[in-house]
């Protein structure tokens, strides 16, 4: 039974990371990565991804849907909450003023965090609200594409 489970879990995380890589967003892995990815110029969308129901049904979809507007981040990323902790740790190192919360938003300018949306403007939420909050937040920080 301890396999079948182990199996099931694999298949809802592979789907996850899967799922999000498709709509464009770079997957961090270690801690090196995420330095890297926070020294890059500009605007950075980080989405801290989970294997809750929330992230599957709100989450990632608004993720996907909110980058096709007029104005959007330079670079998408994402870390896996659960799965890569190293890496996930490290990016939740630079959301400073922000506990630890997944799944999640952050948007940094410049490797500073500007500001967040946290599970708890996400949970109890349709992926349309999470898509309005994420380009208004787009409309006042990022650059036109």
Do not use: W
């Not at 995380?13 to 498709?22: F, H, T």
């Not at 003023?97 to 490797?111: M, N, Q, R, T, V």
């Amino acid at each position: 039974m301890r396999m079948d489970f182990n199996l099931f879990m694999n298949d809802v995380v592979n789907s996850a990371r899967k799922d999000i890589q498709e709509a464009g967003y770079k997957e961090l892995t270690t801690p090196e990565e995420v330095d890297q990815a926070f020294a890059e110029k500009g605007t950075t969308l980080v989405m801290i991804n989970s294997t809750c129901g929330c992230a599957g049904g709100v989450a990632r979809p608004a993720a996907a849907n909110a980058i096709h507007f007029d104005k959007r981040p330079d670079h998408l990323v994402t870390v896996f909450a659960g799965q890569d902790r190293e890496a996930t740790e490290r990016a939740r190192g630079y959301f400073e003023g922000y506990p630890p919360s997944s799944p999640s938003f952050a948007l940094l300018k410049d490797g500073k965090i500007v500001t967040m949306v946290e599970r708890h403007d996400i949970e109890g939420f349709g992926p349309v609200d999470v898509v309005n909050r994420l380009q208004n937040i787009f409309n006042e920080h990022c650059a036109e594409v």
